[in-house]
């Protein structure tokens, strides 16, 4: 922690930079890039039934989009408006009236023939509805009803038999804490939240590394810094005003590199719309690009870090920041002697990457004084997300970049909730305020009144395989009780998700708007409860984006849809008829008391009972997280962790595969054109080298496949590293497999390994045991 405070926006110079121009044909005309003004005027059009309201959200509101963070149009990093499209698309989710009747009360194959994409479009749900086996349609309920029949249940069944989960998207942390202690309250640890699927290794590995689990740093130090690494994050595309904080950096003389697979088009170059100059000319953005293998990542860490010590042997201080070192950090042997153990040909080998390019940016960073990292899942989505991570930490802490200006460790999240879930404690490891660990629970059951479970809590992916235990067994899965998210769109193994989800007694789906998970039967019933928006809640609701600056939302006046209720009081109603005679002990009379208690309970979050008003925010933590570098760790020091290099086991002629984003925001797809690329969702990304040698040409259909399943699409050749493929999130899903969870954080595994055919060849051979065959030569995954 530190107690040096942010110092608020600041200007971008007014004279223009031609050097930083893509090119002097203005707003890139003829090149594939986003169309920011059709697009905007797309979003203004399907807004048009309700625009005042549209506009009050925009000025007035936090974005539900992403986790950059911005209140109403205005930011903590650059003067100017801050906007991007991905929050004008989200836009429509809050000023949507509510589905037609006849729609929602049509037969439920008539729904079942919709994707996400047009039942979300159909608008939002009116008030709480129920289908049960048998039943064709979705049936009015009152809310009464519906709460009764999930208490009941609740009731009957085990603590350890019911589960909830919480998208990240929009929720406040009014409603994290309030499901975070409501879960407690009822017996159940069973709790998770969507940053599971994104970034709970950054969480993990920064705790062990630094003793917090957070961005240290601001978006400010991006500018100015000597080096700003992107790693495995896609910026750009996922959090799009951080382009206008990127050209910022560009015209402070700070270099961009990004590591990635992919050379990503939206991170070499940019038209930031927001600034004149870059919106005609764009701008270069990626100063160096390194196309490391997928997984590949620690191997080139350990390239980095090997060259500093070879450095260092001739010539003391060279690379090493010693004098940080000696006050502030722990295990510099042990990591040594693990690094130097790799030879170089290990490294290149796993890493994809030359031993000359791995000096390089060792040599780059050893010059500069100030760099700062930022990643996303591109690390985090492995099953050794969290060791990725710590090689991360572990770079920044060999070299100082830590605790001071310019300098940090930035996991950058796609969810406008990541970071305040878990600080809320709505997941298996987390409580408000810290962890499980007794003292914690102690402190918390002091507040709280009532006893908090001892048993571990299971994350989402178990939950799901929990569904297919023996009934009788202590852990069955009998009821799912989830806010947002779509499992059958976001978890790996679609088939496998769906037969878990249809062997759960009850599930409730509390939301906004339809999906297709919402469709699927349960074995006695599945209830939808429309929840409000963050606007729509009475006392509003805060959140806490990427570099900790927690927002106050106000209540927005404007239309309400049916009987949707706020998020945070469903719970609390829940909770009051499952115990009624403890219901003293878990009600709320409104938000501002859940933030009152919430000051309490996570001491970093004192301060929050005090935002009431539009543009009211504070950030935890100071400016700098382990400022003066002093870690937030029992002895104060950053721990150095030394680990293996993964064992990546791809057998020749089998490519990786990894997911990517298009137009879309998370798992809600708004194109099926990439603007960056023109890629469509079911175009195979692959290098056009590795292309030849298969006798693949562009356009060809292609099948790309393993033991986990299939994915058939046509080849687009893209600048991917040879040897990886790319396929779009989440259709590319049916070929990751399941049950393969991150050691230390529970992150499901999004990478794996397949053959690509074309296929004409595939289809040829599906009937003579020749796919069969290969599928076996496949056993290539742990676990
Ligand atoms: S970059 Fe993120 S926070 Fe900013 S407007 Fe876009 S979606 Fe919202």
Request: hydrophobic share 35%; charged share 25%.
């Amino acid at each position: 922690m530190g107690n040096t405070k942010h110092s608020g926006p600041i200007k971008l110079p007014k004279k223009p930079d031609p050097k930083l121009w893509v090119s002097k044909v203005p707003f890139g005309l003829g090149k594939v890039k986003p169309h920011h003004i059709r697009d905007t005027m797309k979003v203004v059009w399907e807004n048009k039934d309700n625009i005042p309201y549209a506009t009050r959200i925009l000025t007035q509101g936090v974005c539900d989009g992403c986790a950059l963070g911005v209140s109403g149009l205005k930011d903590q990093t650059l003067t100017g408006p801050h906007v991007c499209t991905t929050r004008l698309n989200v836009l429509r989710l809050n000023t949507m009236g509510a589905i037609k009747e006849s729609i929602l009360h049509s037969d439920i194959d008539h729904l079942r023939k919709m994707n996400s994409t047009e039942l979300r479009k159909l608008g939002r749900v009116p008030y709480p509805l129920i289908r049960k086996p048998g039943d064709r349609k979705f049936s009015r309920i009152s809310w009464d009803v519906a709460m009764d029949v999930i208490a009941e249940k609740i009731k009957k069944i085990d603590p350890k038999q019911a589960a909830f989960y919480t998208t990240s998207r929009g929720i406040t942390n009014e409603v994290y804490y309030t499901l975070a202690k409501v879960s407690r309250f009822l017996g159940i640890n069973n709790v998770d939240n969507a940053s599971r699927i994104c970034h709970s290794p950054s969480k993990t590995a920064l705790s062990r590394s630094i003793g917090v689990g957070a961005s240290t740093c601001n978006y400010k130090d991006w500018i100015g810094t000597d080096v700003l690494v992107f790693w495995g994050s896609v910026a750009a595309n996922n959090q799009p005003v951080s382009t206008k904080y990127m050209y910022a950096a560009k015209r402070k003389g700070t270099k961009i590199i990004i590591i990635n697979p992919y050379h990503e088009p939206a991170m070499d170059k940019y038209w930031v719309p927001s600034i004149a100059e870059s919106a005609l000319f764009g701008t270069k953005i990626a100063d160096d690009f390194y196309q490391v293998n997928i997984g590949g990542d620690i191997a080139f860490m350990h390239g980095i870090m090997k060259h500093w010590f070879e450095m260092e042997e001739k010539s003391p201080g060279s690379a090493l920041n010693l004098e940080f070192i000696d006050a502030h950090v722990n295990g510099l042997d042990e990591l040594r002697e693990k690094v130097m153990s790799y030879q170089w040909n290990q490294l290149e080998k796993s890493s994809g990457i030359s031993k000359e390019r791995m000096h390089e940016l060792a040599e780059l960073l050893a010059k500069s004084s100030s760099a700062v990292f930022v990643w996303s899942m591109g690390l985090t989505q492995h099953r050794f997300g969290t060791d990725n991570i710590s090689q991360v930490a572990n770079l920044a802490l060999l070299r100082g970049f830590l605790g001071k200006e310019y300098c940090g460790l930035m996991p950058i999240r796609g969810h406008s909730g990541v970071q305040g879930s878990a600080e809320m404690g709505a997941d298996p490891f987390s409580l408000p305020g810290g962890g499980l660990d007794e003292n914690n629970r102690k402190r918390l059951e002091a507040i709280w009144g009532f006893e908090i479970p001892e048993w571990q809590g299971d994350i989402v992916g178990v939950s799901l395989e929990n569904s297919l235990l023996p009934a009788e067994h202590e852990r069955k899965l009998k009821l799912y009780y989830m806010s947002g998210g779509n499992f059958l769109e976001t978890m790996p193994d679609p088939n496998f998700v769906a037969e878990s989800m249809e062997n759960i007694d009850i599930r409730v789906h509390q939301d906004i708007i339809l999906n297709t998970s919402t469709l699927l039967d349960a074995k006695e019933a599945v209830l939808v409860l429309p929840a409000m928006t963050r606007y729509e809640q009475p006392g509003g609701g805060t959140s806490t984006s990427t570099e900790r600056m927690v927002y106050f939302s106000p209540e927005i006046k404007g239309p309400r849809v049916g009987e949707a209720r706020t998020e945070w009081e469903i719970y609390v109603d829940l909770a009051k008829r499952v115990k009624p005679e403890h219901k003293d002990l878990i009600d709320f009379k409104d938000a501002y008391e859940i933030r009152k208690e919430i000051a309490k309970t996570a001491p970093n979050y004192d301060g929050i009972q005090n935002l009431k008003n539009k543009g009211d925010l504070f950030q935890w933590g100071g400016a700098w997280l382990c400022e003066d570098g002093i870690c937030n760790t029992t002895d104060g020091k950053g721990n150095l962790i030394a680990v293996e290099i993964p064992e990546l086991r791809k057998p020749e002629g089998h490519f990786y595969v990894t997911t990517r984003r298009g137009k879309q925001f998370n798992s809600m797809i708004y194109d099926e054109k990439d603007p960056f690329n023109a890629a469509d969702r079911y175009d195979l990304l692959l290098n056009e080298v590795d292309a030849k040698e298969l006798n693949i040409k562009e356009g060809d259909a292609i099948v790309a496949f393993n033991q986990y399943g299939t994915f058939t699409g046509r080849a687009k050749f893209v600048p991917v590293k040879t040897g990886n493929v790319e396929v779009h999130w989440p259709e590319g899903n049916s070929l990751i497999p399941k049950g393969v969870y991150e050691d230390y954080a529970g992150i499901p595994e999004y990478n794996t390994a397949v053959i690509v055919e074309k296929a004409e060849t595939y289809y040829a051979h599906k009937d003579t045991k020749y796919v069969e065959k290969r599928v076996e030569e496949l056993e290539v995954e742990p676990h």
